[in-house]
């Protein structure tokens, strides 16, 4: 009797537990999502945070180095961008760079699901319209295993597609698989930015 009265008050405490974790998560989210909101990080910036940017991670990279998020959103707010040509661009060193493509939108079987450690990717379109795929690490089977040199894992997952156009950008941390720059019917042409930004841990 007595250890089932101690495996019940195990089971109650448990739960209790689990209940607290999930409302601190919830209280996380929620303030995340209202300092987004709030556009204090970037308060010039015109182009919107793509919904899917995980706001909590979001959150806490920028308080860990304001003055660099500050230099990223500064470059992303420059109003050459539609001028600038392909090619590498300074931020910061080694901890913000960027890079301008422009070309033709890529097939669904060209684009491989990718992830990041070093760098968190912030992917904009400067001109034209593509699909970009999103999904959890969690969620993916690896195809290819982290490089180092290539900062990069490739996996094979379901996820959900989106339409990136000059009015969002997207973040994507070490635990978002994406697939970027495929095509979508009757934009034929792409013009890209895509900064990396080094991660915090």
């Known amino acids: ?109 060209e684009v491989k699901w990718e992830s990041h450690k070093k760098y968190i990717d912030l992917h904009y379109v400067i001109s034209g319209k593509v699909k970009i795929g999103v999904a959890p690490v969690s969620k993916a089977t690896v195809t290819e295993p982290y490089s180092e040199t290539r900062d990069a894992a490739n996996y094979n997952v379901d996820g959900k597609f989106l339409t990136a156009t000059p009015k969002e950008f997207f973040l994507f941390f070490p635990q978002d698989a994406h697939r970027p720059d495929i095509k979508v019917d009757g934009a034929d042409s792409l013009k890209k930015l895509v900064i990396k930004i080094k991660y915090k841990e």
């Open 1 to 109: 009797m007595k250890t089932l009265k101690i495996a019940a008050l195990l089971l109650l405490f448990s739960a209790a537990t689990a209940a607290n974790a999930q409302t601190d998560s919830a209280t996380k989210v929620k303030a995340a999502n209202k300092w987004v909101k709030s556009h204090e990080w970037a308060k010039d910036l015109k182009i919107k945070p793509d919904p899917s940017i995980n706001s909590v991670e979001f959150m806490k990279q920028y308080e860990s180095d304001k003055a660099l998020w500050s230099k990223v959103f500064a470059f992303l707010n420059d109003n050459k961008l539609a001028t600038m040509a392909p090619g590498k661009y300074p931020i910061d060193g080694d901890n913000a760079y960027a890079m301008v493509s422009a070309g033709p939108p890529k097939k669904l079987e």
